[in-house]
């Protein structure tokens, strides 16, 4: 059974940085493409950043390009998104998902797995 723990997340002033972890078992994180997404209060949950299952390459929604940056650690088979420059905007809930393909995408329709998802509050 995949699991997907979520941690990082905090309370953080705009501008300023955070590192969110999700570590995995039940599968391999080379083996598949994993993603975050997000989701604000009242708002539908949004694609932030995802990593292909076979190479580093990696997509970015257009609001968080060149300021996210996600990567993966075989070693510790965890999955990692660093956040820069964060924006009050960015005040969402963050999951980590586990995709079904190798291949790097933002629709959520092609991750089957997912976790509880950490809170990150942007203070202005």
């Known amino acids: 059974q995949v699991q997907l723990v979520e941690s990082g997340g905090g309370l953080v002033q705009a501008g300023g940085s955070l590192r969110l972890s999700c570590a995995v078992s039940g599968r391999a994180v080379g083996d598949y493409a994993m993603g975050w997404f997000r989701q604000a209060p009242g708002k539908e949950r949004e694609f932030v950043a995802a990593i292909a299952g076979f190479n580093t390459n990696t997509d970015y929604a257009d609001s968080v390009k060149g300021r996210f940056t996600i990567s993966r650690d075989m070693a510790k088979n965890t999955v990692s998104l660093q956040m820069n420059s964060l924006k009050p905007e960015g005040t969402a809930v963050y999951f980590c998902?586990?995709?079904?393909?190798?291949?790097?995408?933002?629709?959520?329709?092609?991750?089957?797995?997912w976790g509880q998802g950490t809170q990150v509050t942007l203070s202005s």
């Open positions: 998902a586990a995709g079904r393909t190798r291949w790097a995408t933002m629709s959520r329709d092609f991750y089957d797995y």
